[in-house]
Each structure stands twice: as C-alpha cells, then as structure tokens.
C-alpha cells in the first residue's frame, strides 16, 4: 500500500515539475525562474513644473528624483489607487486653482500629501486632502469642531490651500519653495534660505522629508501624465467616476443627520462620503450658518448607471 502511495506521489511531482526532481529535491529552482525583471525607470534631463524648467544635471537633482520616481513606479498599490482617485476629483480641484491664479501642477501636492484620500488623517492631526493641521486650516478660515471640520471640504480646502499658496508664492517667488514651506513651515524654509544664502529650496540642506517633498512631486506628475511609461495599465471602468450631486443649503440646526439623509432618499454614509466635512450625527449650529451640503444623483450611486469619463486619455489603455 505504502508503495503504491509513493508512485502517485512521485507520479504527480513529475507532472508538476516536468521531470525536474532536483529542483524539488533540492529547493533550486530552475534558471530561468529565479528572477524577474525589474527596470528602473528612465530619468529624464529635466521636467516642467509651474511654467519652469528644472534641469535635471545636477548630481544631486538627478539622485533625488531617481529615488522619488524609483519608489513611486514600484508603489504599485498607492499609485494605481492615486489615479484611480484622480479621475473624480481632477475636474473639480484644478478649475478651483485655475480660479485663485495658482498653477495648476500644484495639484500634485494634494496627490502626495493625502493620495487623494478624502478622508486622510494623519498622527500629526492633519486632515482631509490638502492635510491641513487643525491651527493652520484655521488660519486660512476653515472651522474646525466636533460638528464640523472643514478641512474634509474639498472646495473649501482647496480654497484655503491657494490662500496659503499665493502668500508663499509673494514671499519666496518660485513654486519649489512654496511647496517646501507647505511640508517644511513657511518660517523653516525662509530661516534655511537666509541662513544657507539659497534662492531655492531645491538648494537647501533640509530634513530628509522636506529635501524629498518637491521631487516627489515631480515624480508623482511624471507617472500621472503618462502612466502607462511607467507600467500602470487601466480601463475606463477601472477609474472612479465623479459623482454627480445637486446642494441643499442649510442654515439650521440638524437633529439628525440619518434621518434627514434617509427622508431624501439616501444613506447616512451615502450623505457623509460626499460631504466628510460632517464629522457628527447632528449639528447644532447656533450661528446660522448656511452649509453647502451634496446631495448625490440616485444614477451617480450604480456603476451601471453612472456615466462613465475619462478626465486625461493618457489614463486609461483601451
């Protein structure tokens, strides 16, 4: 019996292997299966951003954004995700830059600091997608409470970042920089820029992080114009789709916020995936206040029903 045991199996390892016993008997796979090719990708000379040309040749310009785009191409979770994400919320974030006179690419700051995850938190209590920490989003206006937080708005938000862009911008007059003090702190990189007699933070000596930050940047730009450059393949059907909506305006206090969700036919997490700066099942709102809150079309909340777009053709392969 136990030999009869013995054929099967080693019958059955021979179909599996192709005859190769040594390499179960060794644990030595064969040749051409011990790797797989990996490419780096291509650095290119040098890469527009804001209207500028950055060149590229500088050593330690070409090293930094080597790294950068090397980890961002074999991220492959976070960047297929990331262009996903793209395609619902490009359409309403670069308009609202376009309108407060900041260049559009700065969008890609938003894409790397919360990877267009709109209810991004980090441990240092930066919320939403631009990652406002709670005293400067109430610097730049935003209202920050049990009830409310609108760092999880996005035009509100945005709004707020291009208030802090264009003061940067007035303050240090290249978009690298502006960039830098968003990660860094405007009173960090001005410090730094005296004190190592720079014009530019790509001229700095910083904290690893902030001396990464604009080359991530740039390397998130570059995959996200041509992706598939750089091995990202989707389909049409693979992005996620704007959601269409029409405003309620509200200016009074909300007992309930599932149950006035429900009496228009939605669900509460339907009613708070489309306005995240809702942060409580009520709202108490003693002021007044008037609240732009998203109702979604019922045709926007079923893939087979929601129209499909493409915000940038190079996005998808058909």
Known sequence: MNKYIYKIVLAAVMFLTGGNIQAVTTGIPKKNDIFSTVENPEIPLSVEFAGQRINLDRIDMFERMDRELTSLTYTHGNTLLLLKRAN?????????????????????????????????????????????????????????????????????ATEAACRYFRKAYSQYGNWESVAASYNGGMTRISTELSKQLAGSAFDLYLADETSRYMFRILAT???????????????????????SYHTEKVDSAIEDWPAWAKERGITFYQLKELNPWIRAKSLPNKSGKIYNVRIPHKDALYRSSQKKTVYNKNWVVE
């Open 88 to 156: 619902r919320f490009f359409p309403e974030l670069v308009p609202l830059l376009k309108r407060y006179g900041v260049p559009q690419d700065m969008v890609y700051l938003a894409c790397v600091e919360s990877t267009l995850n709109i209810r991004a938190y980090s441990p240092a209590k930066a919320a939403g997608l631009w990652q406002f920490i709670p005293s400067t989003g109430k610097q730049y206006g935003l209202e920050i409470n049990d009830y409310v937080d609108e760092r999880y708005d996005i035009e509100k």
């Open 221 to 243: 730009k570059l995959i996200m114009e041509s992706p598939a450059k750089y091995g990202f393949r989707l389909s049409r059907h693979q992005l996620y789709q704007p959601i």
